[in-house]
């Protein structure tokens, strides 16, 4: 019994970490590549270019935690059942109720490493990615402007210089085109040959130039000037949003957050979502994998593609389902903590027809 225990945990514990680096790799390029979008135009490091992918994957473990540990279940039984070592441990007197011991094992496990990575980990990666946009821009808007790089001044200016250095606070550039987007059919080009900044006044001074701007693809005004000058304040410089969201506070910073805010109003349910969501993430997964045992036992698909298939499509489903009574809670319809005792219970009324099912077909658990 005891090394049908181990054999069955090891491989459990084996699809998953299969299952959890292959979508752990794959996630990681795409997410980490379009969180990177944000921050190349500061110039980071090689290696806070690497920061960004660990601290990418680790906001993505308690999303993958549970997709493959559901995988896992159902690739384990489907090759006990292939390699026909299922039907050899029944005709030696094991029973379903000997696979559940060791299943409810690798439940409790997934349980807290889930609970461990939506409580902790994903959060504080957040803020530590935040805290590293945060510095990245400080640190380049304390350099002189990047030469032969655009650079994003504001929001609605794209700047490129020839030359540029630091003298005391002021930016001094060299061969300047700037870039203005006013609207998707407004635009202009400004043509200098010198230009300054004043980060401290917030002027940015353009001398000896010429600017084209025209509106809805037809007007071409084309203004030479002497000197050019606009007012650039510091709030509209081009930066990460410095605000610390609700998902990148720690447990405790979300619990007093909460405290301080009006009971009732709109951001009220958000946070007070957020603090449920982070309890009761982990929970899900018990009827989870027990969906997953269900299917495992029942389902005969033709390939193990196809088996894959399943197992993400249903996941997939699952968690547009919880995202669902989540928006509910976060929207005030309902409480945020009936979103998730509801949704839980819809899935423990679920398990149990199948149950219901599956013994009046003849199949027993004891």
Do not use: C
Not at 50 to 55: A, E, Q, R, S, V
Not at 140 to 151: D, L, M, N, Q
Not at 220 to 245: A, G, Q, R, T
Request: charged share 20%.
């Amino acid at each position: 019994m005891k090394t049908f225990f181990i054999f069955l945990l090891k491989e459990l514990f084996f699809y998953t970490f299969l299952f959890l680096l292959f979508f752990l790799v794959l996630l990681t390029l795409i997410m980490g590549t379009l969180n990177l979008r944000d921050v190349l135009e500061f110039n980071p490091s090689l290696l806070m270019i690497l920061g960004f992918y660990i601290l990418t994957s680790l906001q993505l473990l308690s999303f993958l935690l549970p997709l493959s540990s559901f995988n896992s279940v159902l690739f384990t039984l489907q090759r006990l059942k292939e390699e026909r070592e299922l039907l050899a441990l029944f005709s030696l007197g094991y029973t379903i109720k000997d696979l559940i011991k060791p299943f409810l094992l690798f439940m409790i496990f997934i349980f807290l490493a889930t609970l461990l990575s939506h409580v902790y980990l994903n959060p504080s990666a957040k803020r530590m990615m935040k805290e590293a946009q945060i510095k990245l821009a400080k640190v380049f808007f304390e350099k002189p402007i990047p030469s032969k790089t655009p650079v994003p001044l504001t929001n609605t200016f794209y700047l490129y210089v020839a030359e540029s250095q630091k003298v005391d606070s002021n930016n001094v550039m060299k061969r300047v085109i700037l870039l203005e987007r006013k609207s998707p059919k407004e635009r202009g080009i400004y043509l200098a040959k010198a230009a300054t900044l004043d980060l401290k006044k917030g002027i940015f001074y353009l001398s000896d130039g010429i600017v084209f701007t025209h509106s809805n693809y037809k007007e071409i005004n084309i203004l030479k000037f002497k000197e050019y000058l606009f007012k650039i304040s510091k709030e509209y410089l081009k930066k990460p949003d410095l605000y610390v969201k609700r998902g990148e506070m720690s447990f405790f910073e979300l619990k007093k957050t909460i405290k301080a805010l009006i009971p009732g109003s709109e951001k009220y349910y958000r946070y007070l979502s957020e603090y449920y969501q982070r309890i009761f993430y982990g929970f899900s997964i018990f009827p989870l994998l027990l969906q997953a045992f269900i299917l495992g036992l029942v389902i005969k698909p033709q390939s193990r593609y196809l088996l894959l298939l399943m197992g993400l499509t249903f996941y997939l489903f699952f968690y547009f389902v919880y995202n669902f009574f989540v928006s509910l809670g976060e929207s005030g319809k309902i409480y945020p903590l009936f979103s998730h005792i509801y949704f839980n219970g819809l899935l423990i009324f679920l398990l149990a027809v199948e149950f219901a099912f599956i013994r009046k077909r003849g199949i027993s658990f004891s």
